[in-house]
């Protein structure tokens, strides 16, 4: 079957760093996505890791290792906008359908 | 401008009554799919498209209808609603299923059932 654990909320402070970490078990993995997403708004596309390593762009990070089922969104320099519920998805080759998500992550940020 | 177009917006409706949300998207994507959000259980699919005329149940199809006519559109029609039905509902549409093909979402649908 397939299942994707994040935590359910974290908190941080203003200019820090924070890592969200996230894990999954599927059939046919074949890449993950993070996801930000403001409350009341649509979800909108921050990452994709297919092979493992590091992808950096900007302020955010995301890492990625297939043996360990295991992504991690890290965002650093936190700002007050950053707070949100950041989403993992996985695409899975045999699930039949685009991506499977992750209950999400609510991130709140303070000053 | 390339987006996902989702109306109404916003709807308060009662039990029983048919309505139809409609989701249209302008950037030639093959797959569309259809979403709900509830607290604490995240998004869930409800039905999605592969191609015109091509649908498939998502993880709670049930109480919900979805047609592929046209490329570009993908109704989602609740034909008898029921308050658990009252939700925030995402259309989102992708190139293809494959490689780095990333959704995109319509702006969202709250839909209030009484």
């Known amino acids: 079957g397939q299942n994707i654990d994040q935590p359910t909320e974290m908190t941080a402070t203003e200019g820090a760093i924070v890592q969200i970490n996230c894990t999954y078990q599927?059939?046919?993995?074949?890449?993950l996505f993070w996801y930000q997403q403001h409350a009341g708004e649509a979800p909108t596309f921050l990452s994709y890791?297919?092979?493992?390593g590091l992808e950096e762009k900007g302020r955010f990070s995301s890492f990625l290792s297939r043996s360990k089922g295991y992504s991690y969104l890290l965002l650093k320099e936190l700002q007050m906008k950053d707070s949100a519920s950041y989403l993992c998805?996985?695409?899975?080759?045999?699930?039949?359908?685009?991506?499977?998500f992750g209950k999400g992550t609510t991130l709140s940020v303070s000053s | 401008e390339a987006q996902v177009t989702q109306n109404p917006r916003y709807l308060i409706t009662v039990t029983g009554k048919k309505l139809t949300v409609t989701c249209s998207q302008n950037?030639?994507?093959?797959?569309m799919s259809w979403y709900r959000q509830d607290p604490g259980l995240g998004l869930r699919q409800i039905y999605y498209?592969?191609?015109?005329?091509?649908?498939d149940k998502g993880d709670v199809p049930e109480g919900y209808k979805v047609s592929r006519k046209e490329k570009r559109n993908f109704p989602l029609i609740l034909e008898s609603p029921s308050p658990n039905q009252t939700s925030l509902y995402f259309c989102?549409?992708?190139?293809?299923?494959?490689?780095?093909?990333?959704?995109?979402f319509g702006p969202g649908t709250r839909l209030t059932v009484l």
């Open positions: 498209s592969m191609n015109v005329e091509v649908t």
């Open positions: 950037m030639n994507h093959e797959y």
């Open positions: 998805a996985v695409r899975d080759n045999q699930a039949g359908t685009a991506l499977i």
């Open positions: 890791n297919v092979l493992d």
């Open positions: 599927t059939s046919g993995f074949n890449g």
């Open positions: 989102a549409s992708s190139l293809s299923v494959g490689g780095g093909d990333t959704q995109y």
